[in-house]
């Protein structure tokens, strides 16, 4: 059984305009939640995390948003740029242990 | 954060045979961890490094197939035993402070058994 889900395998944004990309689990031990973004050939970066008692982190053009009543985690990037386009892996982790979703294709539009 | 080298970056080995993966951090790490990602899949925990002790293995990895050695705080190798086509997969070293943190992690090897 998944624990980590990313439901949308794609998005398409036009350059500009903000992303949103979301994420829900299943797991309500996980006690931070990370966001990685992933070129092909190489491996994956991370880009912010959010500790299971904060509802909101901001980093630069990056924002992630986590409801716990809903299970539910969503990042916000703004303005999109070309650069962005990538796979965003939305990870949860419990005893430091990580566990990834299937991640989403982002591609931003010119 | 800290900068991981794995080598090799990729391999094709023969069915029946082993190839050790090594990761080398540039710094003192408290974890290290083993991703597996198959094509078109997510990556998948295979076990967390433990320095000085036997690894710590997720459901479905045993060691036997999957041995793991940290001598210290900066290194890790595994090894994939008795390669068969299936076990064609990416494979990435992971490493870090803690969650919170987040982890970096290698650029990975392609592994492609024939």
Redesign the interface.
């Known amino acids: 059984d998944q624990q980590v889900k990313q439901n949308s395998p794609s998005l398409s944004v036009q350059e500009g305009r903000i992303s949103i990309l979301n994420c829900d689990y299943t797991n309500s031990m996980f006690?931070?939640f990370?966001w990685?973004k992933k070129y092909p050939?190489?491996?994956?970066?991370?880009?912010i995390?959010i500790?299971s008692i904060k509802d909101k982190n901001e980093d630069g053009r990056f924002t992630v948003f986590l409801n716990k009543s809903a299970k539910h985690l969503s990042l916000h990037i703004v303005p999109s740029q070309p650069g962005d386009s990538a796979v965003y892996?939305c990870a949860a982790?419990e005893d430091?242990?990580?566990?990834?979703?299937?991640?989403t294709r982002l591609h931003i539009l010119p | 954060?800290a900068v991981?080298s794995?080598k090799p970056s990729r391999d094709i080995c023969q069915r029946g045979t082993s190839l050790t993966i090594q990761c080398q951090v540039d710094s003192q790490v408290t974890?290290m961890?083993w991703y597996r990602q198959q094509p078109g899949?997510?990556?998948?925990?295979i076990a967390?490094a433990n320095q000085g002790s036997e690894a710590t293995y997720e459901s479905g990895f045993v060691i036997d197939k999957f041995p793991i050695s940290r001598p210290n705080l900066t290194f890790s190798t595994l090894t994939v035993s008795n390669m068969s086509p299936e076990d064609s997969s990416i494979y990435?070293c992971?490493a870090g402070q803690?969650?919170?943190?987040?982890?970096?992690?290698?650029?990975?090897t392609r592994l492609t058994v024939v």
């Open positions: 006690d931070y990370l990685y050939a190489e491996g994956p970066t991370f880009l995390s500790s892996f982790s430091d242990k990580i566990i990834f979703g299937k991640g | 954060s991981i794995q974890m961890f899949q997510s990556l998948t925990l967390t990435l992971s803690g969650a919170n943190y987040g982890y970096t992690f290698g650029s990975g």
